[in-house]
């Protein structure tokens, strides 16, 4: 089997495509060398269902989902501070009040858990 051969199948620019190794990055999580059907014309990428669900499943084990943002921890009289992205709020329907749990789960990683 050749690592490249062109499909019987056409892009919707009316391209061929060409089952290819190809550099994936997903979610801005970098998947390495992955097979996917590139158009000879356009240069789209269509990456198969499998593979589709293969990112899917990885994106969400690391919890990702698109919105991990860099920040910086913040003082408050005694205490440490730290500002949550209005974008990870929306998301996990944070709102002021919102009881929460904090706890280390890793010498270098700090869960914090919604209650109500
Ligand atoms: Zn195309």
Redesign the pocket.
């Known amino acids: 089997m050749t690592s490249e051969s062109v499909l019987d199948v056409r ?3 009316g ?1 061929r495509l060409k089952r290819s190794a190809t550099e994936v990055e997903f979610f801005g999580i970098d998947f390495g060398t992955k097979k996917a059907d590139v ?1 000879t ?2 240069g ?1 990428e269509y990456l198969s269902q499998e593979l589709m669900e293969e990112l899917e499943a990885e994106v969400k084990r690391r919890g990702l989902f698109g919105l991990e943002r860099r920040g910086r921890v913040a003082k408050s009289g005694n205490s440490l501070v730290i500002r949550i992205p209005k974008e990870i709020a929306d998301t996990l329907k944070m709102k002021r009040d919102l009881p929460i749990v904090i706890y280390p789960s890793e010498p270098r990683k700090l869960v914090v858990e919604l209650e109500g």
Request: hydrophobic fraction near 0%.
């Open positions: 892009c919707k620019c391209g158009c014309k356009c789209s």
